[in-house]
């Protein structure tokens, strides 16, 4: 909306202070959005932090494991150990925090293992193959446990990247340039109300001196 497309009667003046207070209206709503998004955001944040930081230190401990079983057996034995390959089953469920769509795991097949469900023995191969696979399988189990919590973290930083830009938007454009408009508006209306009056008083002044 701008001056031009207004037409400067009382009417478009109406409608251009409507506009304006829609606009700061939806700048409030934003605000709100956006000191929630905030708090959500630090409450969400340590946990990921933490759950990343369990995954980083016990994928050091995992491969360290894995070195020494790979010094101890061989490739060939670890691999044969490591099968039969399986998929493994994961249940999701979208859930919304402030509109925003965030998966989460409700449920997956079991990750670890027991000595029944692997076609090698752990005698065949040794210990040190045994524990590196238990120390994978809980590996994946921290992983699974720690990608809503990051996925939540990520898509709540987006989502307030975005509310931030729509404020400064609506706050350092829209909004001033409505004011400007507005006043324009008001000035042009009461120009014209000046030059009524002038109008009038001349007549009046005329109609007199005609009597």
Known sequence: ???????????????????????????????????????????????????????????????????????????????????????????????????????????????????????????SVGPAAARTAAEFELLVELVLDSLPKEQLVRRLGVALSKTTRQVNTLQLRVEPALTAELHALRGMLEERERDERSRLRHVLRRMKQDR
């Open 1 to 123: 909306m701008s001056v031009r497309s207004v037409p400067p009667t009382r009417s478009g003046l109406v409608r251009a202070s409507a506009r304006l207070g829609r606009v700061q209206k939806g700048r409030e709503l934003l605000n709100r959005k956006r000191e929630a998004l905030i708090g959500e955001l630090f409450r969400s944040a340590r946990p990921a932090l933490d759950a990343r930081q369990q995954v980083e230190d016990h994928a050091s401990q995992a491969y360290a494991t894995l070195l020494q079983a790979l010094a101890a057996r061989g490739e060939v034995a670890l691999r044969a150990y490591a099968w039969p390959k399986r998929e493994i089953m994961i249940e999701l469920e979208q859930k919304q925090i402030w509109g925003i769509p965030v998966p989460t795991i409700l449920s997956h097949d079991p990750i670890r293992r027991t000595l029944a469900g692997r076609e090698t023995a752990a005698a």
